[in-house]
């Protein structure tokens, strides 16, 4: 394991990964601010899009905030396995987020296509436009990069809102330049529809993750093979494995599994060896919880699966 692996699996780093979202809702404030000032400016209904995009960012921001404060809290006589999947109902609000802000999006465009007007100061919107989406590209690439290190579906999320920001308001530019250079108007608001609808995308595919995990979805394939190596190299014709389950709640990982050891074994001998394949497997992953029920191998109710009845 190395330094960063350690880094990531201290305890007390879940309570410093607030300040990410601190600079998320700080960013979010400042780039909403230019966006109504291009819009201001400029009259264009694409860049009133893009800002009301940014409206949500601030809202999903401090959402993140609140979700990584309940997720960093240790179990407790309530909550015994911890508070990490708060960070789950913080990605499903943040693709709710997401959704209303392509409502909102749409419903401007759509007034504009019946009403079309005209497009003023074009250049200086677009300049101010330029710096809030150079805001919001660094930070979002920062959450996402820190929010896969320290398996935080929160900050990543709160990340990829960001950068879909970004290409959103690259495809507004790209819109009031066209309608800058030919002159067509309805250009202008079918491009924010056109926004709207990928956003949109965004947002049902962070709903759909985050309801995955409050779903308690098995590890992914990579995970789940490094963890039956693990079990692989135990295996012997007087031990073996079975009832193999995972889960993960936010970064927190869960295994629980059957070992099968010979009926005449004392029970010292099985638990010591329940604590070498613990410390093994534990050593594979971050943040990974193993449950190991011991049963005689020649049992044949040992073979049994735990039932939820």
Known sequence: MTADDQTVAAPGVRADLT???????????????????????????????????????????????IALRVASR???ADHNFGHTKAEYFSAVFEGAMIVVASALIIVAAVDRLLHPSGLESVGLGLGISVAATVINALVGALLVRVGRAHRSLTLEADGKHLLTDVWTTGGVIVGVVLVAVTGWLPLDP???????????????????????????????????????????RYRADHVDFHDVRTREAGHERFLQLHMLV????????????????ERDLVGTLDHLHVTIHLEPIGDPRAYEPWRLD
């Open 262 to 277: 010979p009926g005449e074994w004392s029970v010292q001998r099985g638990h010591d060896l329940v604590e070498k394949v």
């Open 19 to 65: 300040r990410y979202a601190v600079l998320s809702i700080v960013a979010s404030i400042v780039v909403i601010a230019l966006k109504i000032v291009a819009w201001r400016v400029s009259g264009s209904v694409g860049l009133l899009s893009d800002a009301a995009e940014s409206m949500v960012n601030v809202v999903a921001a401090v959402g993140a905030f």
């Open 190 to 232: 079918l491009v924010a529809i056109a926004v709207a609808v990928n956003i949109l995308v965004v947002g049902g595919r962070l709903v759909w993750r985050s309801g995955a995990g409050l779903m308690d979805t098995a590890l992914p394939d990579d995970d789940r093979a490094a963890l039956d190596a693990v079990l692989d």
């Open 74 to 76: 240790p179990a407790d």
